[in-house]
């Protein structure tokens, strides 16, 4: 099983929908990252989490860290054709891992938005 | 303009034969990483370096090598490949713990 599981795995709305991405661990996460790539393309950094608790917004898209730090969520408001894309989110699953740059990744969230 | 270059973009390869996927980075970055992304795998990580000289296997190190002789540069070498080893490769390169990781364009590997 994945040790990190994103939901849900995909995602069609209508556009200027509101949506929720899950990202979840049995494991304690030392640094939450969010992605947003393109189909074949690379990744976009969008934030990044470290505090229980914390929350970060850029433009239309916020994103938080549960306090257990075990769960964070994207959330996009008014969605807009140009949030499509699959959404990604990266953790360090241990103290060190943040110190050394091992990341772990969920399968990704594939969000389709109509016109 | 700051980024993560990795080429070539594309490649056919056949069964056996050496290869080297080259990664530079222009941003001093310490941390580098390798990583594939395969249909319902998700994004794995192959190998990743703290700085030169520093690496480490990540979860999916097995037919492949790294080297980091210079703090820029992170090659992937694929020592004998294999048709598992066809996947979309991509390069990432962060300053330290706390910033996000620059991800390159990709390479996509098939080997036949």
């Known amino acids: 099983s994945q040790e990190l599981e994103q939901s849900p795995q995909s995602l069609i709305v209508q556009e200027g929908k509101n949506l929720t991405i899950n990202c979840t661990s049995s494991k304690t996460l030392y640094g939450l990252y969010w992605y947003k790539q393109k189909y074949g393309e690379g990744l976009i950094f969008l934030m990044m989490l470290q505090k229980g608790g914390e929350e970060k917004s850029h433009e239309k898209i916020t994103a938080k860290l549960d306090e257990k730090k075990q769960q964070s969520s994207l959330h996009i408001t008014a969605s807009q054709p140009s949030h499509a894309g699959i959404y990604l989110c990266g953790a360090a699953l241990n103290a060190g891992g943040t110190s050394y740059g091992k990341l772990t990744f969920g399968q990704g969230t594939i969000l389709t938005v109509h016109p | 303009e700051a980024q993560v270059t990795q080429n070539p973009r594309y490649l056919i390869t056949v069964t056996g034969k050496k290869l080297t996927v080259t990664c530079s980075q222009n941003m001093n970055h310490e941390y580098m990483s390798w990583y594939r992304q395969d249909p319902g795998l998700g994004l794995r990580q192959i190998y990743y370096?703290?700085?030169?000289?520093?690496?480490d296997k990540g979860d999916v190190p097995e037919g492949y090598k790294v080297s980091r002789k210079e703090k820029r540069n992170f090659p992937l070498i694929l020592e004998s490949p294999s048709p598992n080893q066809t996947s979309l490769y991509f390069c990432a390169s962060s300053f330290h713990q706390g910033y996000g990781y620059t991800f390159g364009s990709g390479t996509r590997l098939t080997v036949v």
């Open positions: 370096s703290m700085n030169v000289e520093v690496t």
